[in-house]
């Protein structure tokens, strides 16, 4: 038997839980391409303001100004967006609250970039993404926490193609059956969930991970683009003195393009590809109007089962987590109309209430000492 405890902690304070259940909307400008340079010179569609708003140019000139919680352009730095965007959540996931980081924008844009950096692995610092600094800053702030707990941390990876869930971490394992259950809420059944016990170990999985994707792109003759891959990181916190067993989940999620299919003049498999990403992007914008259209009746149904991707996002979506998001956009006119529509599903997606809470789950006294609950299994039985 267990208790779940859903109460914050007073350290937390009323405040900071008011501004966690925002979704942080984040807008970030690549510089122009090589390509964009030579065809479009000097046709950047974005005249920044200050830190948060800005003024959008089309190819018809019509201006419109936005204003998110904070815009990154070509001179920003990989640590700004991480600083902004990622370590609050990042250290609210260690606190056993969950996160979600998202990337989205059409091809080309920079989700990956931001999301990875050029490479995971052997890039300069300084062009990190994303991914490894919340990887090198979970492992700081576990080291450098006060409470006297135990921690683990697990990574589990899978791939969204084709409305299939691939665990990039056993290519072996079928399509993964996403369940819900009351206390852990979505759950990908039976997906790898590797034990990482720092930077080094957690990046070289990632990049076990990320090969897998790679081969799956030779084989299929599909690009990075045409799937959206899901990083999950759950951390547990038993505690020392009781039996207390906290759990944060944080999930970084980079996105398949966002472009309309029709646009892309592609035929066959790769077409049903863009249909694929199309309907499940559209599935997530409208749970984003389903949460955001203001009849915020119980009888207000929102389409999570619409697509794998919102059924996998269903906590992050106006639940129990905390959510933020990466426009990721390029500066040419060229790209104005994709530019504009990612800035607008930005924008509603600013106005989504979550409710993310500690996750906590007391042991009953007949259970076993936390400190023996490293193994998959058994974490699993106390847990459900
Ligand atoms: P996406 O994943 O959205 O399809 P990528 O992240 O692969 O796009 O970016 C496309 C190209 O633009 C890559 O060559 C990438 O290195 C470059 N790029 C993207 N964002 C930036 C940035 N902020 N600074 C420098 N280069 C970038
Ligand atoms: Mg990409």
Known sequence: EETLC???????????LGDMSNVTVCARFRPLSSKEMRD??????????????????DDKEDEFTFSLDRTFYEDSAQAAVYEFLALPIMIDAVNAINGTIITYGQTGAGKTYSMEGPGIHDCDEHKKGLLPRVVDGMFEQIRSSNDIARYSVKLSMVEIYMEKVRDLLDLSKGNIQIKENKTQGILLSGVTEVPVSDSADALQHLCTGLANRAVGETQMNMSSSRSHCVYLFTIQQDSVKDKRV?????????????EKADKTGAEGRVLEEAKTINKSLSALGN????????????????????????????????????????????????????????????????????????SE???AKTQEEPSSVAKDEKCGRILE
């Not at 859903?6 to 009323?14: C, D, I, K, P, V």
């Not at 046709?43 to 959008?56: L, Q, T």
């Open 246 to 258: 906290k759990t944060g989940k944080l999930i970084l999620v980079d996105l398949a393009g966002s």
């Open 40 to 57: 479009h010179r000097d046709g950047v569609c974005v005249r920044r303001i200050d830190a948060e708003n800005f003024v959008f140019q």
């Open 287 to 358: 749970v984003i109007n389903a949460l955001t259209s203001g009849s915020t009746s119980k009888a207000n149904h929102i389409p999570y089962r619409d697509s794998k991707l919102t059924r996998i996002l269903q906590d992050a979506l106006g639940g129990n987590s905390r959510m933020a998001l990466l426009c990721c956009c390029s500066p040419s006119i060229s790209n104005a109309s994709e530019t504009l529509s990612t800035l607008r599903f930005g924008m509603r997606a600013k106005h989504i209430k979550a409710s993310p809470r500690i």
């Open 361 to 363: 789950v007391k042991l």
């Open 6 to 16: 859903t109460s914050f902690e007073t350290r937390l304070g009323s405040q900071r």
